[in-house]
């Protein structure tokens, strides 16, 4: 056994209600390590060679809650929730922060899987090696913050009854999903807290379609051992002294960027990417820092950092939204994007989306595409059920967002995602408007613009991301580049937090991986061998897609139409990005990767990563 | 009391929580060499989101926890004035934590003894990692001739306090 697990595996099929313990081999996790890494494993295992035939919300699809190595030890605790995408159809490894992690390590579980779908609405409950499927029907149709409230209460009194002797219980750990996701809306989250959320992939619609609403857990036990907890000590301290120093994260977090990405860098979505700048002053970060937070510091386990901000309207309007921050994704793609300049609105908006468990970005995303649209004339008043979807207005897009929620009216055409709405939409309406839609392979692409060339990613990031639009894992060259996708699958398989390591040396990741589990893992071998094999069965699933879809990369491995368009305002206005660039570029890519100039995997790269059993699926996709 | 007071105590602005659970860390580690939160002698309650504390011995004037024990498996520390658990004398009767205005005692998560504050032989780890990130939710002051027991709450009360002071009357549907 390696150090840093706890050595086995819930395994829950809600069919049968049947509850079991599963191992996976010292090899498989010295190889996939845990997080998106092991999830990816587990779904090519058990359903790569029918995979273009699973619905991702049908029974048959496989729902992961999965910890890893470096869970609840390195800085900022979260959980690595994945399974086949209704999305992309392919996976996504999709974290969220808290002490669902850490609680269920110190249960003695890794992970669990989930197979096969119950009947009646259930949740299920776990104390220790004790785990039980419950029944959930008094809090289907809640929403987050009462769901939390109810199972908080629930299950305290359920561990105060059974174990009385202990003294006075602290919470368990929640995972659940909000009316959204019971109801499979394809941008649905599997939330935690009340405003954190496991967005990327749609995975909120896969737990709804098992009929799940939540996953509780009380572990009692200790973090599992590791193999030098001295160095783990020091290297906890290495990382903390160093995010101390960082005050932008830590007094803004994220939030800074609402004003910042916009007014400087010209890459912030501004009404669905018409426009990526805007000066507005009033969507300043100091607006929401001395308007309405209500807390300035807000983390997750061990984290330094703190980056979340909780905020809370007082008065007016829209008195009572409470939300977390937003942070700059949600200030942006619920703010700019939908012609939205006051923190009043944005976090009225922001905590509408968390209470419904839908995905601030990629129902941002949609909400941006439908009022182009709607701009555009494509989309009437008629069409939209009366709803005048003007930019700015903030009680249309909320009337739009609880549609989209409830799958009521137009919602039910917008809740099947940005990809499959444009395509509706657009064979509905006669004409293409699948060039609005600004998403790579279903996935509405992350807050950060590529046309002005001051932001992150590179203009092939998200066309050659096994995870499409998503702006946590972008593909960048050299492969080790701290952007790049593999350095990026790391964070996500190991399962921590990113936003601790920005300053430390890259090495720090490593020597703290070592600590815990006792082994050696180097850079290069993390990216040519380890990294790379994760990439290339994702690249597999993501290309056999099914059923309902099917990417060819010719056409899908790149940019959404948007990007080829010149920026119209702001410093960089007349920048746009060059579609023969964006080509030489993909093929590069394609090459350092091992894909031919198709953009499919070659044998002898699979045959190099000891993947032979992938070697079958090429067939498919030639 | 002549000694009173150079012992220490802990002072607490329980609003400022961030709920990173750096004490508990910190405590466990120290206690146990292990991350171990349930085996935390000070624990952060999140009833509700955003409402975090740490929920810890008060250090009451009249040490009702001590009083309560009916093997004196409890004493008072000559040194710091913190309460000491002899753990092979306690039985995990549970009698402090119903003593506890606060009910903050709480057993051992894998044995039989009850879990208590000791102060780290008055270098409590819990406030120097509070302190270096400057969230100064914890603060070591000397302690003096004051309503230390007003601190013993129940983690329910405090909630219901603190939910109302960050949320106001919004606060109220979340208990």
Redo the contacts between chains.
């Keep these: 056994m390696i150090f840093g697990y706890a050595g086995k595996f819930l395994e829950i099929d809600l069919s049968n209600e049947k509850i079991s313990e599963t191992r996976l081999g010292d090899e498989v996790l010295k190889d996939y390590v845990g997080g998106r890494g092991l999830a990816t494993k587990i779904l090519w295992d058990r359903l790569g060679d029918r995979w273009e035939q699973i619905d991702p919300l049908s029974p048959e699809n496989l729902l992961l809650f999965l910890t890893g190595p470096l869970t609840g030890f390195f800085p900022g605790g979260r959980i690595c929730v994945s399974g086949k995408s209704p999305q992309s159809n392919g996976v996504v490894g999709s974290t969220v922060a808290g002490e669902f992690g850490v609680e269920l390590k110190c249960a003695g579980y890794d992970g669990i899987i989930v197979t096969g779908k119950a009947e009646k609405p259930v949740y299920i409950f776990i104390k220790d090696s004790n785990v039980e499927i419950r029944e959930a029907m008094h809090i289907w149709g809640k929403d987050a913050k009462e769901t939390v409230t109810l199972l908080t209460k629930e299950c305290r009194a359920l561990l105060q009854d059974r174990f009385p002797q202990k003294g006075e219980w602290k919470e368990p750990a929640i995972l659940y999903i909000g009316p959204a996701g019971e109801n499979e809306v394809c941008t649905a989250v599997v939330a935690s807290k009340w405003t954190h959320a496991a967005g990327y992939g749609g995975y909120g619609a896969v737990m709804g379609s098992k009929k799940l609403k939540a996953v509780v857990v009380k572990g009692t036990g200790p973090l599992p051992e590791v193999a030098d907890m001295e160095r783990v000590k020091q290297l906890i301290q290495t990382i903390c002294q160093d995010v101390y120093e960082n005050e932008l994260w830590r007094r803004w977090g994220t939030g800074s960027a609402g004003y910042f990405v916009g007014a400087k860098t010209s890459s912030e979505p501004v009404r669905n990417w018409q426009e990526e700048w805007h000066d507005e002053k009033s969507f300043g970060v100091d607006q929401f820092e001395n308007r309405v937070w209500v807390k300035q510091y807000w983390g997750d386990f061990g984290c330094p950092t703190t980056c979340l901000k909780i905020a809370l309207i007082k008065c007016e309007k829209f008195k009572g939204a409470i939300t977390d921050n937003p942070d700059y994704e949600l200030q942006a793609y619920l703010g700019p994007n939908l012609g939205i300049f006051t923190p009043e609105e944005n976090v009225f908006l922001t905590c509408l989306i968390d209470d419904l468990g839908l995905c601030g970005i990629q129902t941002g995303n949609v909400l941006g595409f439908a009022a182009e649209l709607f701009q555009k004339g494509i989309l009437t008043k008629e069409d939209l059920d009366g709803i005048e979807l003007k930019w700015g207005n903030a009680e249309a897009f909320a009337a739009l967002i609880k549609k989209i929620a409830y799958k009521e009216g137009v919602g039910e055409l917008l809740s099947q995602g940005i990809y499959h709405a444009a395509v509706k939409i657009g064979e509905k309406k006669q004409q293409d408007v699948l060039q609005y839609a600004v998403q790579c392979k279903g996935i509405g692409i992350g807050a950060h613009g590529i046309r002005s060339g001051k932001d992150y990613p590179e203009i092939y990031s998200y066309a050659c991301s096994v995870q499409g639009g998503d702006h946590t894992s972008t593909a960048c060259l050299p492969l080790d580049d701290f952007r790049s996708e593999l350095t990026m699958i790391f964070n996500d398989s190991a399962v921590y937090c990113y936003f601790n390591i920005f300053g430390v040396p890259r090495q720090v990741k490593f020597d703290f991986y070592k600590a815990v589990t006792g082994i050696e893992l180097t850079q290069e071998d993390w990216i040519n061998n380890k990294a790379m094999k994760i990439l290339q069965l994702q690249r597999i699933m993501l290309l056999l897609g099914g059923p309902d879809l099917k990417w060819s990369p010719s056409i899908h491995d790149d940019n959404p139409a948007r990007f080829y368009e010149p920026l119209p305002s702001g410093p960089y206005k007349g920048k746009a990005v060059n579609k023969t660039k964006v080509s030489e570029e993909v093929q590069r890519y394609y090459k350092t990767v091992g894909w031919d100039k198709n953009g499919i995997p070659k044998p002898e790269t699979l045959k190099r990563l000891g993947l032979e059993s992938a070697e079958k699926a090429l067939e498919k996709l030639h | 009391m002549v000694s009173k007071k150079r012992f220490i105590w802990i002072a607490r602005d329980l ?2 929580c ?5 004490c508990e ?1 910190a405590c ?2 120290w206690h ?8 935390s002698r000070i ?8 409402v975090e504390f740490p ?1 810890l011995c008060a250090q009451c004037e009249d040490y009702p926890c001590v009083e309560a024990c009916p093997v004196n498996a409890l004493s008072i520390s000559d040194e710091t004035g913190a309460v000491l658990v002899d753990k092979t004398a306690c039985i ?1 009767c ?1 009698q402090c ?1 119903d003593a506890c205005p606060g ?5 051992h ?2 044995e039989n003894y009850i879990l208590i504050c000791d102060l780290c032989n008055g270098d409590p780890q819990c406030v120097k990692v509070c302190r ?4 100064n939710v914890l603060q070591i002051v000397s302690r003096r001739d004051h309503s230390y027991k007003l601190y013993a709450r ?2 329910e009360e405090i909630t219901r306090n603190l939910v109302v002071k ?3 009357e ?1 606060g109220e ?3």
Excluded: D, Q, T
Excluded at chain 2, 32 to 39: D, K, S
């Design positions: 609003s400022k961030s709920g990173c659970r750096k860390i466990s580690l146990e060499n292990r991350i171990w939160p349930e085996a624990r952060v309650f999140m009833l509700v989101p955003g929920h995990a549970g934590i009910r903050i005692p709480h057993m998560p894998a270096e990130g400057l969230w129940k983690p960050i949320y106001g919004e549907r979340f208990l």
